[in-house]
């Protein structure tokens, strides 16, 4: 159970245009979900919190504008990078949190490996 | 604020051979802690977690660590590894009652036959 899935798995766009990658809990309701970035070798980065049916809150330093967050539903929630830049090319992942669970305990989806070229 | 340090970017070691990973973190409030396991090409999971409670936390796949607020340290251990225990391991550490995650930068353990 908890299963977390993220679309697609990896992706390559070039610069300037924007892409869309989704988050989705798939045996589960998830009141809260996270987004991440994680660079070659480094830590995983939180970028935003974004809770259904509410704006994201996003940390400091990461461009609200250009990363996109809409979480729709209890089940699914979508980052998308707007206006693609090389400098954007990351891991980004995903986690959600039981709505009935655990409050502090996260489920990860597999990432998605963005390039921008 | 908090922060994580994983002191070790790599830790290779032999099969059956124990392990500690080891994970300091930085706070000036009471936190939780966690490690996480990053298979190659998988999201991570959850090996255990300290939330409150006896400061001795077991977790899956039979590794366990211990939270010693004095030393702020919460080193991840196991008493025999095996060659399926190869991929990243991450500390993670959030304000008590938060759920803002904030990690180390990964440990890679690499078990050799």
């Known amino acids: 159970g908890a299963v977390v899935s993220q679309h697609p798995s990896w992706v390559i766009c070039k610069s300037g245009t924007s892409v869309k990658i989704e988050c989705r809990s798939l045996d589960f309701q998830a009141t809260t979900m996270f987004w991440y970035r994680q660079f070659p070798k480094q830590s995983l980065m939180l970028m935003a919190t974004s809770n259904e049916g509410s704006k994201a809150t996003y940390e400091q330093g990461v461009e609200k504008d250009k990363f996109l967050i809409n979480h729709a539903s209890l089940t699914l929630s979508t980052l998308t990078v707007t206006s693609a830049h090389p400098e954007d090319s990351s891991f980004y992942i995903c986690s959600a949190v039981i709505r009935t669970g655990n409050p502090y305990e996260q489920y990860f989806g597999p990432g998605t490996r963005l390039t921008v070229t | 604020a908090q922060s994580v340090t994983q002191l070790d970017s790599q830790v290779p070691v032999f099969e059956e051979a124990p392990v500690e990973l080891r994970c300091n973190y930085s706070s000036s409030v009471s936190v939780y802690l966690f490690w996480y396991v990053q298979y190659p090409n998988q999201g991570l999971q959850l090996l255990l977690k300290?939330?409150?409670?006896?400061?001795l936390v077991k977790g899956i796949n039979g590794f366990e660590a211990e939270f010693n607020k004095s030393q702020t340290s919460f080193h991840l251990r196991k008493p025999s590894v095996h060659i399926s225990d190869t991929a990243e391991y991450f500390c993670?550490?959030?304000?008590?009652?938060?759920?803002?995650?904030?990690f180390g930068t990964g440990t890679r353990l690499l078990v050799s036959p």
């Open positions: 993670a550490v959030s304000q008590r009652g938060f759920q803002k995650l904030v």
């Open positions: 300290y939330l409150s409670g006896s400061t």
